[in-house]
């Protein structure tokens, strides 16, 4: 039996059925798609928002619904006070020291371990580190994905 050719009407159901899922998890969790608030209520564009950073700097709430943060040198990255359904994604992309710091009454979960309230998250210097943290609950930030080495950078 020969395996069957993709066609065109097939990759339109996959793509009704996968948005389907999407909007359906999404109604679940009683938060609106990525991309529907902020100014583009309406469209779902399948982009993911990307900021460029070069120093350090503080990101806000709205900077963090499911952005990547591209940092090109040796910052510090802070982070807003939690919103729980939040989620950022820190990439370094040069081999710089990247620390991601909380604000200071949340607490960080990283790779498990609980840290105290403000401490921060710090690479190891390497082009590619990356971290995804995740608003977990009004305590604070817990990190869902890491790419190189990260410790506790107090």
Same mark, same amino acid.
């Not at 999407?22 to 609106?32: E, R, T, Y």
């Not at 200071?104 to 979960?109: K, Q, T």
């Given at each position: 039996?020969?395996?069957?050719?993709?066609?065109?009407?097939?990759?339109?159901?996959?793509?009704? +059925?996968?948005? &389907?899922i999407?909007?359906s998890?999404?109604?679940?969790?009683?938060? !609106?798609?990525?991309?529907?608030? *902020? #100014?583009?209520?309406?469209q779902?564009?399948g982009?993911?928002?990307v900021?460029?950073i070069?120093?350090?700097?503080?990101?806000?709430?709205?900077?963090?619904?499911?952005?990547i943060?591209?940092?090109?040198?040796?910052?510090?990255?802070?982070?807003?006070?939690v919103?729980?359904?939040?989620k950022?994604? +820190?990439?370094? &992309?040069?081999?710089?020291?990247?620390?991601?710091?909380?604000?200071? !009454?949340?607490?960080?979960?990283? *790779? #498990?371990?609980?840290?105290?309230?403000?401490?921060?998250?710090?690479?190891?210097?390497?082009?590619?580190?990356?971290?995804?943290l995740?608003?977990?609950?009004?305590?604070?930030?817990?990190?869902?994905?890491?790419?190189?080495?990260?410790?506790?950078?107090?």
């Amino acid at each position: 039996m020969k395996p069957m050719k993709p066609t065109s009407q097939m990759f339109k159901k996959l793509k009704y +059925i996968i948005l &389907t899922i999407l909007i359906s998890l999404s109604l679940m969790h009683g938060k !609106a798609l990525a991309g529907w608030s *902020d #100014g583009w209520r309406g469209q779902i564009t399948g982009l993911t928002p990307v900021i460029n950073i070069g120093a350090n700097a503080t990101l806000t709430a709205s900077q963090c619904l499911g952005q990547i943060v591209r940092v090109t040198a040796t910052a510090t990255i802070t982070l807003p006070p939690v919103v729980i359904g939040s989620k950022v994604t +820190i990439l370094s &992309t040069t081999a710089a020291a990247i620390h991601v710091d909380p604000n200071a !009454a949340d607490r960080l979960i990283l *790779d #498990g371990v609980t840290l105290d309230d403000g401490d921060k998250a710090s690479s190891a210097s390497g082009a590619g580190n990356q971290i995804t943290l995740f608003g977990d609950s009004v305590a604070g930030w817990t990190s869902i994905g890491t790419i190189g080495s990260w410790t506790d950078g107090s």
